[in-house]
């Protein structure tokens, strides 16, 4: 079974600059998680879909922030504009159900994207 | 607003060695609590799952525990190798449907 795919695996850009991530969950996974992990913390949800209705982004910095996960599969997380303490990886995941069912909402992870913002 | 505390954040120790890494929260009130274990440069893979019902989870050379009257999990690594270097995170849920806090991770080096 293929694992969670996320890219870039590492982006360098300039404050102010945009960029964006892109993640392919596990075949079949319903729920979708974006965190984001500064160096030395642990991973902090950013939003997380339910096929591609939003369930949380509580956590989200809209006014920079936006992810969007059409027809329920693929995503894509944006910045735009980037500032100096975006510099973070963000990490993908995804789950069968989003409800803690029977350990079914076990996440798996993708590698991350370390993004690095000058 | 449910705070995760991992203690200490870096632990070194010979090959051989058990150990224990401990994870608190001060909302004793959770649905379940997970550990995870990170290397370097990847992302997390979940290692023990303990619902809140649950007293502790066993999974060949490692034992999770947890008590949420005290708030506190353990993570217990019989026999050390250095294999198992990695930082090591655990995350609590706090309903059914909600969202998962993480500890900032224990970092572990078990030396040869």
């Known amino acids: 079974e293929a694992g969670v795919a996320q890219s870039p695996r590492y982006k360098i850009i300039e404050k102010r600059q945009s960029v964006a991530f892109w993640c392919n969950p596990i075949?079949?996974?319903?729920?979708l998680y974006w965190y984001q992990q500064i160096l030395g913390q642990g991973p902090k949800l950013l939003i997380q879909?339910?096929?591609?209705?939003?369930?949380?982004d509580s956590q989200l910095p809209k006014d920079r922030f936006s992810a969007e996960r059409l027809k329920g599969v693929d995503s894509t997380l944006k910045i735009q504009p980037a500032k100096l303490e975006d510099s973070a990886v963000y990490l993908c995941?995804?789950?069968?159900?989003?409800?803690?069912?029977?350990?079914?909402?076990?996440?798996?992870f993708g590698p991350g994207t370390r993004l690095t913002v000058l | 607003k449910q705070e995760v505390t991992q203690i200490p954040a870096a632990l070194s120790v010979p090959e051989g060695e058990n150990l224990v890494l401990n994870c608190s929260f001060t909302?004793?009130?959770?649905?379940?609590l997970q550990w995870f274990r990170q290397d370097p440069g990847k992302g997390l893979t979940s290692l023990l799952l303990?619902?809140?019902?649950?007293r502790e989870q066993t999974s060949g050379r490692l034992n999770a525990s947890l008590d949420k009257s005290s708030g506190r999990s353990t993570l217990y690594i019989a026999a050390s190798q250095p294999g198992d270097s990695a930082t090591y995170l655990c995350?609590?849920?706090?309903?059914?449907?909600?969202?998962?806090?993480f500890g900032d991770g224990t970092t572990l080096t078990v030396k040869p």
């Open positions: 075949s079949g996974h319903a729920t």
């Open positions: 995941a995804s789950s069968a159900v989003w409800r803690a069912v029977s350990g079914k909402d076990t996440q798996y």
């Open positions: 303990i619902q809140s019902s649950q």
């Open positions: 879909f339910q096929n591609n209705g939003v369930v949380d």
């Open positions: 995350a609590v849920r706090h309903t059914n449907a909600g969202k998962s806090t």
């Open positions: 909302d004793s009130a959770i649905y379940n």
